[in-house]
T-cell receptor, first 109, second 115 residues
Framework: EDQVTQSPEALRLQEGESSSLNCSYT??????LFWYRQDPGKGPEFLFT???AGEEKEKERLKATLTKKESFLHITAPKPEDSATYLC??????????FGSGTRLSIRP | GAVVSQHPSRVICKSGTSVKIECRSL??????MFWYRQFPKKSLMLMAT?????????EQGVEKDKFLINHASLTLSTLTVTSAHPEDSSFYIC???????????FGEGSWLTVV
């Protein structure tokens, strides 16, 4: 059964304190793994798509990596404006999209 | 980047009436769109997959006669909540697949309140 699990459920960091969010997945044929940022009351904002193990992508303070079983979203020297819920999703070869439950990230000034 | 637009962003309707939410891909064609429902502080729950020119595929537990989905063109999918009840009040979000990279972009969501 296709499944996506994100951890931790919530993460509180001090401004400048780097950390990583995890997304573990099992899927029958991966067409893409996505990371999104969602602010309260808004639709998810696209961050990255990863397609194959070993792939890495970066955008400002964020870096996403992918293995055959999991993806990490590394956040370097975060700022309070990085506070949001980060969602991971996989798009399967069966044209199904499965979301993780998200990680609520809070950055204290 | 690709843009997906949802309309309306907020709607209030009376119990028993129907309401339509539109999802448009503004700068790309989308043969596949998805509709989700999201409860407060919860992740997105996939309701159905909408393919242009064919019937939508509904997830288990989603009433297809209550949540009518139409994907009549490559840039527009609609979700109609029929005979709405207060328990249908929620945040509804659509997304569209932009090929050939299969990146999935989301709309801003629509808040539905049934009174």
């Amino acid at each position: 059964e296709d499944q996506v699990t994100q951890s931790p459920e919530a993460l509180r960091l001090q401004e400048g304190e780097s950390s990583s969010l995890n997304c573990s997945y099992t899927v029958s044929g991966l067409r893409g793994l996505f990371w999104y940022r969602q602010d309260p009351g808004k639709g998810p904002e696209f961050l990255f798509t990863l397609y194959s193990a070993g792939e890495e992508k970066e955008k400002e303070r964020l870096k996403a990596t992918l293995t055959k079983k999991e993806s990490f979203l590394h956040i370097t020297a975060p700022k309070p404006e990085d506070s949001a819920t980060y969602l991971c999703a996989v798009y399967s070869s069966a044209s199904k999209i499965i979301f993780g439950s998200g990680t609520r990230l809070s950055i204290r000034p | 980047g690709a843009v997906v637009s949802q309309h309306p962003s907020r709607v209030i309707c009376k119990s028993g009436t129907s309401v339509k939410i539109e999802c448009r891909s503004l700068d790309f064609q989308a043969t596949t769109m998805f509709w989700y429902r999201q409860f407060p502080k919860k992740s997105l729950m996939l309701m159905a997959t909408s393919n242009e020119g064919s019937k939508a595929t509904y997830e288990q537990g989603v009433e297809k006669d209550k949540f009518l989905i139409n994907h009549a063109s490559l840039t527009l999918s609609t979700l109609t909540v029929t005979s709405a009840h207060p328990e249908d009040s929620s945040f509804y979000i659509c997304s569209a697949v932009a090929g050939p990279g299969n990146t999935i972009y989301f709309g801003e969501g629509s808040w539905l309140t049934v009174v």
